[in-house]
């Protein structure tokens, strides 16, 4: 089988992209023509067929992002982000249309293309921090400097997210907050290009998801990873460079913001 993620170029023409980032450029005045694209979609759409029912997870979507971007996707539940995000992320397929990150076509990778794809160029962090309990926190970061390519040390993650005296410690000795700083440790450790985020700060209370938002901001800033984080929390959108508004499955409207707002600086 030919290997897709490794063989198919594609000549990317961020300019020339989806009608919705023509909309977000029109809105915003931005140009983005000189900036590296990190993902493109056209078309993409995702149907789960269920048998008698089909549900159209994702419709129609357009879109580019490009290198150091921090995205936000807001949407009401069961509006697609999850669908979008796991597509990105090589975690699911579109049922049509077309999805790249950089010059591999995710779109018709085989399930071991996908796996080297996430392993190589990708960091996930979700609501439940998915850490393994016997395990220090160093060790569960070094789970993943043991596969990764070239990998930054777990120690030096770990400090990047404020935790570099407890890498000894287990996770059950860590606050809900301090183990989400721990899983985005383990998904920064390996340099990915893109940290997919589905709602980081979902199970916890306010003070503890700033600072876990801020752990995501300075990932983002200081180290160039392209960021999209989901949320259900509309005051989030202040820290994104770019906003996505999912609807029904469809990308409903993007908002470019001029100013990002610390995290610090969020209320809610
Ligand atoms: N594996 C699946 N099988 C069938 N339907 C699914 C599956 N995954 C998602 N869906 C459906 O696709 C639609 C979009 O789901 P998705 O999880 O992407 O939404 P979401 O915006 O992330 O929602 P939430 O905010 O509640 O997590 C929903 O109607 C959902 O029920």
Redesign the pocket.
């Known amino acids: 089988m030919p290997n897709a993620l490794a063989t198919t170029p594609v000549a990317v023409t961020p300019v020339a992209s989806a009608q919705s980032d023509r909309q977000s450029e029109a809105t915003t005045g931005t140009d983005t023509s000189d900036r590296a694209v990190v993902f493109q979609a056209k078309g993409l759409a995702k149907t789960?067929d269920?048998g008698e029912v089909k549900?159209n997870?994702l419709m129609d979507v357009d879109l580019t992002i490009y290198k150091g971007e921090f995205i936000v996707l807001l949407?009401a539940?069961?509006?697609?982000?999850?669908?979008l995000l796991n597509i990105l992320g090589g975690l699911d397929c579109p049922s049509s249309g077309t999805a790249q990150f950089a010059e591999h076509d995710l779109t018709h990778a085989s399930d071991d293309e996908l796996t080297l794809y996430r392993r190589d160029h990708v960091g996930f962090v979700f609501q439940f921090y998915n850490l393994i309990p016997s395990l220090t926190v160093r060790e569960n970061v070094e789970l993943v400097t043991d596969i990764a390519k070239d990998p930054m040390p777990a120690v030096e993650a770990l400090g990047l997210v404020g935790l570099a005296e407890r890498v000894d410690h287990f996770p059950s000795q860590l606050s809900g907050g301090e183990q989400q700083r721990v899983a985005i440790a383990r998904a920064i450790v390996k340099k990915p290009e893109v940290l997919l985020c589905d709602e980081p700060t979902g199970a916890l209370d306010y003070q503890t998801g700033k600072l876990v938002l801020e752990v995501i901001a300075r990932i983002n800033r200081e180290m160039g990873t392209t960021a999209i984080v989901?949320t259900?929390n509309a005051a989030i959108a202040g820290m994104a460079d770019r906003v996505l508004y999912?609807s029904g499955?469809r990308i409903e409207k993007m908002v470019q913001n001029d100013h990002k707002v610390a995290p610090s600086e969020l209320t809610w």
């Not at 539940?77 to 669908?83: D, E």
Request: hydrophobic share 30%; glycine share 24%; no cysteine.
């Open positions: 789960y269920m549900v997870a949407g539940s069961g509006s697609g982000k999850s669908t989901i259900h999912l499955g």
